[in-house]
C-alpha cells in the first residue's frame, strides 16, 4: 500500500539557521508532491507544488527538492525564524484530485 | 473572500447521536474534499466532489457516514450513529482553478468529541 513517512520527532533548531524536512514515499509514483504548513488549531495552508519533472523549486526563503529516484522530497527554510515554527505536511499525489499526506513534522524555531 | 467555512467548531455528543457537519466551499471552487485528522493515523481523505458528484468515497470508514453536495455551495457530512473513535478533527477543504489547479484551502475545522 502507498505509505509516506515524515519525521515524527519535532525538529528544533535555532532562529537563522535552515530547517531541512524530509519526506519519503514508497509504493506510488505521485505526478506531483505538494508541501502544507498546518498551525495548531488550524487548517493546513499551501505552501508549493512540485511535479517529478522538476529537481526544485524556491519561493522566497522556502525550497524545495523532489527525487523521484530516491522517491523523496526535501523542504528547507532558510534564514529560519520563531513565526516558521509549526507542523510541515507534504502530501504526494498520482493525479490532480486525491492527496495523501504524511503525518507531518513539528519544527519548532527557538530564539 | 471568507474561505472555506465550516460549522459547528466545537460539537461534543454522547455516543449513538447524529453529528452533522456542515461546509461552505470558496465561490467559485469545484471540488471539495472531507478530511479527518487525529494523531494516530494523521490527516485522511474521507471524500470528495467534483461538480457536486462524489467521486472517491473509498475513505468513508464505513456505513455510518455519509455525505452530500446538495449544491456548489453547501455540503454536510454525517455520522449516524456516532461512536467514541470518531472523536477527531473534520476538515472541509475546497479547490478550484481559480486558485489554482492542484492546492487545496482548507476551513478551520470541526472539533468532534463523542462521548
Known amino acids: 500500500s502507498q505509505k509516506i513517512e515524515q519525521n515524527s520527532e519535532a525538529l528544533n533548531i535555532q532562529e537563522g539557521k535552515t530547517a531541512t524536512l524530509t519526506c519519503n514515499y514508497t509504493?506510488?509514483?505521485?505526478?506531483?508532491l505538494q508541501w502544507y504548513r498546518q498551525d495548531p488549531g488550524r487548517g493546513p495552508v499551501f505552501l508549493l507544488l512540485?511535479?517529478?519533472?522538476?529537481k526544485e523549486k524556491r519561493k522566497e526563503r522556502l525550497k524545495v527538492t523532489f527525487d523521484t529516484t530516491l522517491k523523496q522530497s526535501l523542504f528547507h527554510i532558510t534564514a529560519s525564524q520563531p513565526a516558521d515554527s509549526a507542523t510541515y505536511l507534504c502530501?504526494?499525489?498520482?493525479?490532480?484530485?486525491?492527496?495523501?499526506f504524511g503525518t507531518g513534522t513539528r519544527l519548532q524555531v527557538f530564539p | 473572500d471568507a474561505g472555506v467555512i465550516q460549522s459547528p467548531r466545537h460539537e461534543v455528543t454522547e455516543m449513538g447521536q447524529e453529528v452533522t457537519l456542515r461546509c461552505k466551499p470558496i465561490?467559485?471552487?469545484?471540488?471539495l474534499f472531507w478530511y479527518r485528522q487525529t494523531m494516530m493515523r494523521g490527516l485522511e481523505l474521507l471524500i470528495y466532489?467534483?461538480?457536486?458528484?462524489?467521486?472517491?468515497d473509498s475513505g468513508m470508514p464505513e456505513d455510518r457516514f455519509s455525505a452530500k453536495m446538495p449544491n456548489a455551495s453547501f455540503s454536510t457530512l454525517k455520522i449516524q450513529p456516532s461512536e467514541p473513535r470518531d472523536s477527531a478533527v473534520y476538515f472541509c477543504?475546497?479547490?478550484?482553478?481559480?486558485?489554482?489547479?492542484?492546492?487545496?484551502?482548507f476551513g478551520p475545522g470541526t472539533r468532534l468529541t463523542v462521548t
Open positions: 477543504a475546497s479547490r478550484g482553478l481559480a486558485g489554482g489547479l492542484y492546492e487545496q484551502y
Open positions: 509504493n506510488y509514483s505521485p505526478a506531483y
Open positions: 512540485i511535479r517529478e519533472n522538476e
Open positions: 502530501a504526494p499525489s498520482a493525479g490532480t484530485d486525491k492527496l495523501i
Open positions: 465561490s467559485g471552487h469545484n471540488s
Open positions: 466532489f467534483n461538480n457536486n458528484v462524489p467521486i472517491d
